[in-house]
């Protein structure tokens, strides 16, 4: 079955303490990208990946790492958390960037920092 | 300026009436644009999709294109209380990331 998995999918942290949200793809994408959405505001684009090695920032990257050592992995880095990081993400991956190309959603990571 | 601007509702219709959804952009340079069905705490999956000016149908569902006066619509015909949710409009320019809407929420009352 394809599909975008991201873990975990519930995580409560104290502010400072380094954390890592996972995302899988098993539909050999090239494009990955990572959301938060937050009420009001809909989904802001964090990061994203148009292959292996390639990262780039997307509009809210402040506070957020990423890697893409592999085509399949994408994980979301936050070095020091603070409690404005606190908010429902989303790990997301398409066949490209190019016209039509559909985004399928990993299910999402509610995050809440203390 | 937002880039996509969606009506944040709430928009309540009645079982079996349609259900009218907008979307205007800034960015004359974008190229698709996609219709996103979100329901509470889950995420959000793609319903539809267009490129062209016009209309198109798929089941129920019509997005109609207007490049122009620079805006997106979703019709849901013979709407159903299963279509209750968070309605997310997206678009993309060129090869660029997709940039979406705060998104509609909209309430179909049996």
């Known amino acids: 079955e394809a599909q975008v998995t991201q873990n975990p999918r519930y995580l409560i942290t104290v502010t400072g303490k380094k954390l890592t949200v996972t995302c899988s793809q098993n539909?050999?994408?090239?494009?990955m990208s990572w959301y938060r959405q937050d009420p009001g505001l809909g989904l802001r684009q964090i990061y994203y990946?148009?292959?292996?090695?390639?990262?780039d920032k997307g509009d809210v990257p402040e506070g957020y790492k990423v890697s893409r050592k592999e085509k399949r992995n994408f994980p979301l880095i936050l070095e020091s958390p603070s409690p404005n990081q606190t908010s429902l993400y989303f790990c997301?991956?398409?066949?490209?960037?190019?016209?039509?190309?559909?985004?399928?959603f990993g299910q999402g990571t509610r995050l809440t920092v203390v | 300026q937002k880039e996509v601007e969606q009506n944040s509702g709430p928009l309540s219709v009645p079982e079996g009436a349609i259900a009218s959804l907008n979307c205007t952009y800034s960015?004359?340079?974008?190229?698709?644009f996609f219709w996103y069905r979100q329901y509470s705490g889950k995420s959000p999956e793609l319903i539809m999709f267009?490129?062209?000016?016009g209309d198109k149908e798929d089941g129920r569902f019509t997005a109609q294109l207007n490049k122009a006066s620079q805006y997106v619509s979703l019709l849901i015909r013979d709407s159903q209380p299963s279509d209750s949710a968070t309605y997310l409009c997206?678009?993309?320019?060129?090869?660029?990331?997709?940039?979406f809407g705060s998104g509609t929420q909209l309430t179909v009352l049996p």
């Open positions: 997301a991956s398409s066949l490209g960037a190019g016209r039509g190309a559909e985004a399928f």
């Open positions: 539909m050999n994408h090239e494009y």
């Open positions: 990946s148009m292959n292996v090695e390639v990262t």
């Open positions: 960015d004359r340079g974008s190229q698709s």
């Open positions: 267009i490129y062209s000016n």
């Open positions: 997206a678009l993309r320019e060129a090869a660029r990331q997709l940039t």
